[in-house]
């Protein structure tokens, strides 16, 4: 029996970028002045592990190659939140974006508590050996960069902070896993070359909810304001700049209200989906040093298990494979005196909503000469005039269209999840041709058509039970006579499955998620020296009926449901209460018994005679889910509630 556990939760992504609108570049001769001490330094290791807290940290070692100011320790540890643990990303905002191999020129910044940093974040990291997949003049501006430096100290040390203190300890400094070369990539810049989209590994994110017909939801932390910002004034603001992405795209917003985080917007550590938007620094996250406005990005979910870093898990758009964002949020630094300008407080929600959505800068460069991509919402710096609010630029809603296209939105289907039977080889045949056994019927749509039209593909699959597709099901043909219980719930929740395969949804130019068929228990069919297994499991019957082998066509406790509906539905075939039932309902709102993680479709009849669903297949996490009903048309309507096998 093999156990795969998946960690299919967390992963932490920043947009790749600090600044929002926010970076004002500082020139060579003052960043020079203002950092602690500057070197050019190689990683010659980096290691991830987890803080106390869980969070992940990245531990560099950097080799001083020359010291051109203050005082370094030839080998120097800095650690920094985010890193990569397996198929979970944290990437912050402030940090650098080493890669294992590389050079940089470094600006640390000694912080007052002791602490070490980079200066300005990951602009004060420069990379300066060619990295792959870089542009060219990005080099060159590095190389210029270097330069400038050590024309400005007249090419001598200079005096700074004294960092031997941070030299490696003998001892490994914490345990973790090492990073490869090249885990890091930097937000890509369209005006460079780059695909427009903040990117780990190459991939980009998104946001799936609107892909499924359901609103991205916004949680608002107006704790604190800038100072003559009114609430109201916040919230129209906010409005305006979420009218001003929907418009452009697909993506849907629904402001839920207002809430006092409690933290910062990036730390609230649940993966419900939502976008958090903090318009205050109340919890400095935001360094005072620099001279970032806001922040804006997303938390994501990559690959399915950590030897297989899949990427596709937010779908593929047009030709590009998306990972799932799973929250996402913007930090506004509300004691920055910019912001007390309605117009520019607006533009910038705006700005790092478009990060929160996905989106990098439009370009970095603080000469741009392509109004494209200087008039655009997503350039790196704020734009004249001052009363622009939430207006995109031509550049910025043809690029979110790029992951949330308009009229023909990506496909979707939900997670599955089955219970295997197993028999001995004598049995195994006729287990493999049993009509309701070891087989899931899959069913996917979009907000434009259903799965009639949509082609599906099964992808690859893990474990040690073959998955075959036969049309739109999927039969899975156990090779071994092996029983193991049904996961906890939480256990599914966090992706421990026996066998896995993973599938997807295409309309031709898009594809959907790739999603999971997971199987959540073995059982042993009738008791191995019976040839001709039902596939009935009698472990599972046993406990009911005191026998291995009861019938499975009949209905013992008369409640309309046979054993082998008992079995599969997962409820008490001796206990007429226990059954797929509608437990609640007052016509507007209806609640079922469900057993978590199954499939169901919700359906109305205004005659019982044809049946409409509502929605899409549902797969509720919890045991008795209600659902809003659409308002009702005419005198009648029927209800009912289907489970999908
Ligand atoms: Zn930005």
Redesign the pocket.
Known sequence: MNRWLLCGFLVVSL?G?V????FEPIPVVAAVKRASAIGRCEVVNLQVARDPAGAIRTYATLQVLETIKGTLPPQIVLNYPGGKLGIENAYHDFSPEFAAGGEYLVFFDLQADGSLSIFNGPRGAIRLDLPAGRAEKVQARAKQMLSEVRQSTGGRRITGANLQRFAPISTAPVSGQSVSTGSWQAASVTADGGSGFTEVGGVPRRHTAPDRGETIKVLVDTDFLPPGITQPQALQALQNALDAWETASSVRFEIEGTVSFGQAAINVDLNDGRLRIQMHDAYNLIPNSNTTLGI?GGVFRSGFVAQDPLPGRGGRVFAKEFDETIRSYVVLDHEKATLATLGFFEQLLC??IG?ALGLA?SSENNAEPNPLFSEAM?Y?KLISPSTRGAALGTYDGPKLQESHPISNTPPFSPNRVFEIVTAAPAGQAILNNLPRINRVTLQGGDLQSDSQTLNLQLITQTGENEFVLQGNVLRCLPTSFSQAPRLSDSEIEEGVIFSQALLRYSDGIHASPIFSVSSVALWASQHPAQATPNGLPGAWAAPFFGVQNPNPNLDPDGDGFTTMDEFLFGTNPVNAESKLQITNFDGSVLQWAARPFDAYILETSVALGVWNPIGFLRVPTFGNPSVNLPTAVGNRNFYRVRRLE
Not at 19 to 22: L, R
């Open positions: 947009a970028d600044t929002a609108t926010s804006g700005h790092e990060h800068h997503m790196f």
